[in-house]
């Protein structure tokens, strides 16, 4: 046979033999056949993870894939044959051995939490982990350390239409198996004249010849009085602008509102400022907590915005500051609106309207400083502030969606704008503004995860706990969290300014989330039984902490803003993405020791989606959640009753009567549980 065909033979025969071993491996710590130790010392295994015949034997970290090295003396295995002495020695040591396994992972929990991510606590080293265990965790392979699915999903629709999600849009993905995406939003149409009407529904491609000075005496008749112009303005800069505003507040009260109000003849010549008022409007009446977010009067302003930029022939005529400001608008109008059909059509609409908006601001150079053009100090920061907000927009969609940014960082010199809202503590101390810190995080981490997360390129993991250092090691505000007297009454109207302090916690844990949550599934999926000394342990800790505060935060806050939090869409997807998270660390690992303490957060959240019913993220959610309650409790019971079962351990009790995970109402489940 000639060399290079017995070549072939040998890797074929090698990459066979992967699978296969890998296919036992699976079925392994699935329990369909015995365990490697039982198997290798030809002893009858009841394939529970892990066995009994190896828990008697001293060797539970070797079950159900692993082997005790051929190294290890025979009198650290304790035999089924042992004295009583033995057997009370035995008894104490598994029970100091769960206690140390107990303290190591609540100590990496904690550790996981602290400030600056994932900080290495010296008695975590780990030579001193491998202690208990009898064997060392298996490391990093370098060449399969890529990321699994980095082509990502293209939906293709029976018209042939077509929809990419990147590898780190697992949001994306997964709600757009629970909408209908082919049913599109239903707008109520209003008693329009015929032209606006035709005009407001053709958008972006108005008709010609359109009666164009008619049409806008027309929209400018439809303008609220200036009583509600002003209650609209100040609802939303009052209730959304504490996330992000791409159009200032000095911006509308000193230039838009007099150009059309306080002037006896409005003029018809500032068409781009007019349909930004309109957005403004069309933002405020979502925002108008007497209304649902979704409201006939919402609609209307929206509409008449999008007939009166069409007036203006947008693909024709050049951009404007006010122009892109307006189109972001109407695409964040969108994402507060909260239509109740079609997350599709809703979340796809903004992304494309917030994707024209920033193609046009870098038609106008907004990227680039306007300092050497020599333009106004006030339009000068005017072009500054709306820059930073959208590329924090630009960005942050980049992830949820896994597109690439419209405004990579190598094409950024705009720089920041004046902080006029910080503020001098007691001591003298200038503390930078919540806003400055936002841009700052935007120049500083963003770019450089959007340009990892998002590439064609799988990644190392090396590369992963990069940018998890990066994340980790940029500064918070000193005001991190309001504290309990600072924190506002039900009845409370909220100031724009009171969530500020939430953002910087908000940004980083949702920034660590897109990082690791790939390989938390890895970790989960490769390591079951004990992910927390999985290669991939690091990101799994940083994932179920980042959840968890990302819970706290929205439960901590729902009684008082339940309204403001209605309005946006990501707080409630964020929010199933997290439950998914702690669901998933008791379903899948019920071994693990703050198992118990994830239960109760998935509890939590569940409870409060049932009380969210309103929104159509947290009802159409809501099922899946309960599906996910009913496995962790299964598993939550059947670790139970395996640790009550052992035998050597003392104080174990059956319980008197068994749980039922799918029957037993959420609230009633951590009564019958205990401290399992």
Known sequence: MPPAAKDVIDASSLELRRVRDRELELKRMRGKISCAECHRLKLKCDKKVPCSSCTRRGCLATCPTGFVPASTPATRLVLASSTPDTERDQRKLVSMSERIRALEDALQVESAASSRGLASHPLLAPELLTIKQGVAPQPVDEEEQGI????????????????????????QSFL?????????????????????????????????????????????????????????????????????TPVDRQQVVCELVPLFYHQHHPTTDCLHDLTLLLAIFACGAAADLTQPPCNPEAERYSELARATLSLDGLFHIGASLSGTQAIILLGLYEVYAAHSEGFDTAQEAAWKLISLGLTLASSIGLHRDPVPWKLGPDMVQRRRSTFWEIYLIDHFQSLDT????????????????????????????????????????????????????????????????????????????????????????????????????????????????????????????????????????????????????????IRNHYDRLQLVFLRVWDIWTLAVTCAVVVGSVVARGAMISF?????????????LFEQTTAHPVAKRCLPFLLRIHGKAQHA???????????????????????????????????NSLGTA
């Open 402 to 553: 896994g597109r690439p940014p419209v405004f990579p960082a190598s094409v950024v010199d705009c720089e920041f704008p004046i902080d006029d809202r910080a503020i001098i503590d007691e001591n003298g101390n200038i503390i930078q503004s919540v806003r400055y810190w936002r841009y700052r995080f935007g120049r500083d981490v963003l770019p450089h995860l959007t340009e990892k997360l998002c590439t064609a390129r799988p990644l190392r993991y090396s590369e992963i706990l990069e940018l998890d250092r990066r994340v980790g090691d940029f500064d918070t505000v000193p005001l991190t969290r309001p504290s309990m007297q600072d924190v506002p009454k039900p009845n409370f109207i909220p100031r724009n300014n009171f969530l500020h302090p939430l953002v910087t916690v908000w940004y980083k844990d949702t920034s660590l989330l897109h990082i690791h949550r790939n390989f938390f599934a890895r970790a989960m999926l490769e390591s079951p039984c004990d992910p927390l000394h999985s290669p991939f342990a690091r990101s799994f800790l940083a994932t179920y902490c980042s959840a968890t505060r990302i819970l706290e935060i």
């Open 148 to 171: 699994c699915d980095a082509f990502g999903t293209l939906s293709v629709s029976e018209g042939t239409s077509m929809r990419f999600l990147g590898a780190s849009a697992t949001e």
């Open 595 to 607: 198992a118990s303490s994830a239960f109760v957060e998935l509890e939590l959240t569940i409870t």
């Open 176 to 244: 757009m198996e629970l909408f209908d995406s082919h049913n599109p939003v239903s707008h109520k149409r209003f008693s329009f004249p015929p032209w606006l009407a035709q005009t407001s529904t053709l958008w972006p491609l108005a008709p010609l010849h359109l009666p164009r000075e008619t049409l806008i005496e027309q929209i400018i008749a439809q303008l609220p009085p200036l009583e509600r112009a002003t209650a609209l303005y100040e609802a939303y800069f009052t209730i959304l602008s504490w996330s992000v």
């Open 636 to 670: 939550l019971y059947k670790s139970h009753i395996s640790n009550s079962s052992q035998p050597g351990v003392e104080g174990s009790a059956e319980p008197e009567t068994e749980v039922e995970p799918k029957s037993t109402p959420p609230s009633t489940i951590r």
